[in-house]
T-cell receptor
């Protein structure tokens, strides 16, 4: 399973766009890239998932370059409630062997 | 997104007792569920993969007789911490794979176990 590397922490201010980059140099051909958000004492919440190029939903965008060795989660106009830990995960979900191994995540602190 | 329900959210028990945690996929069927453990300010650690109708697959270092997993239906997996001890105190989280939704993983809200 591909190992991921993210910044340990990031600071931002309300209203700013935040970009969190994750490195996954040994990503496999059939691996997806998924981002989760976790608040203290809660389970991770699914944010976005992609395989290549760009994916966008109502809360975030995910940019994946052609070589897929990294990905960037973009959060537009963050608010205080976006303060959380963000995890980038890479894995192949096919069959019963697919699972996700969590890295250390990025602790995002949004200030007023 | 899909909903995964986990109960109880918090449990306090005496040392030596057993505790059962339930994980349900509410609006989809999950042939595969996963159990994680998380210590304060640490990342999630995968404990085991739960497969409907077959034995669970445990990660290295996880005692299968200590953490019993049952996945008897397509919507329910249970984790039983047997003969719990204070060192088993932790935050336990389950997840379920939604095959019909690009196999995305959705997580339960977690269970905080405190063993006295």
């Amino acid at each position: 399973l591909a190992k991921t590397t993210q910044p340990i922490s990031m600071d931002s201010y309300e209203g700013q766009e935040v970009n969190i980059t994750c490195s996954h140099n040994n990503i496999a051909t059939n691996d997806y890239i998924t981002w989760y958000q976790q608040f203290p004492s809660q389970g991770p919440r699914f944010i976005i998932q992609g395989y290549k190029t760009k994916v966008k939903n109502e809360v975030a965008s995910l940019f994946i370059p052609a070589d897929r060795k990294s990905s960037t989660l973009s959060l537009p106009r963050v608010s205080l409630s976006d303060t959380a830990v963000y995890y980038c995960l890479v894995g192949n979900y096919g069959g019963s062997q697919g699972n996700l191994i969590f890295g250390k995540g990025t602790k995002l602190s949004v200030k007023p | 997104g899909a909903v995964v329900s986990q109960h109880p959210s918090r449990v306090i028990c005496k040392s030596g007792t057993s505790v059962k945690i339930e994980c349900r996929s509410l609006d989809f069927q999950a042939t595969t569920m996963f159990w994680y453990r998380q210590f304060p300010k640490k990342s999630l650690m995968l404990m085991a993969t739960s497969n409907e109708g077959s034995k669970a697959t445990y990660e290295q270092g996880v005692e299968k007789d200590k953490f019993l997993i049952n996945h008897a239906s397509l919507t329910l997996s249970t984790l039983t911490v047997t003969s719990a001890h204070p060192e088993d105190s932790s935050f336990y989280i389950c997840s379920a794979r939604d095959v019909g939704n690009d196999e995305k993983l959705f997580f339960g809200s977690g269970t905080q176990l405190s063993v006295l």
